[in-house]
């Protein structure tokens, strides 16, 4: 059994999915593995990680809009505002999402659908440098 460990830095342009499948993935092919698992972990509590649609661009406007929706900017709704009035509702929709995803290895490829790609949801409103810690065990 091997592993490996890579440090991935995304910058954002404020709100919304960016995606770094691509980087994902050639990472994970430079590792040589055939079999195994790839954790990746989004090291903030105002971004997430999401596997979603990488076809349809308007998937991604319409979660930005839904969670616009459910955890809104409204300073009358929230106690915490230290970083200004989208930082708790970033929080809401980290917490509502997910910080961390698990990916198979099959055969020395991501077992990936054919319309999924792997984003990192940037909830702030300001441009952010994001960092997501990758974990690839396998052989």
């Not at 998937?59 to 616009?68: E, G, K, S």
């Not at 230290?82 to 910080?99: K, N, S, W, Y």
Request: glycine share 6%; proline share 4%.
């Amino acid at each position: 059994m091997r592993q490996a460990s890579h440090i991935f830095r995304i910058a954002t342009h404020g709100q919304g999915l960016v995606e770094f499948t691509d980087k994902v993935v050639q990472w994970v092919e430079a590792q040589e593995m055939r079999e195994g698992l790839l954790t990746l972990f989004c090291r903030h509590t105002s971004a997430s990680l999401l596997i979603q649609e990488n076809a349809a661009r308007e998937v991604r406007a319409d979660l930005q809009d839904f969670f616009a929706t459910i955890a809104p900017e409204d300073p009358t709704r929230y106690r915490h505002d230290d970083e200004g009035p989208d930082d708790m509702p970033a929080h809401l929709r980290a917490a509502l999402t997910q910080v961390q995803l698990g990916v198979p290895l099959i055969d020395g490829r991501l077992s990936l659908g054919t319309w999924q790609g792997i984003y990192l949801f940037e909830h702030r409103r300001v441009p952010h440098r994001r960092e997501v810690a990758a974990h690839l065990l396998g052989d």
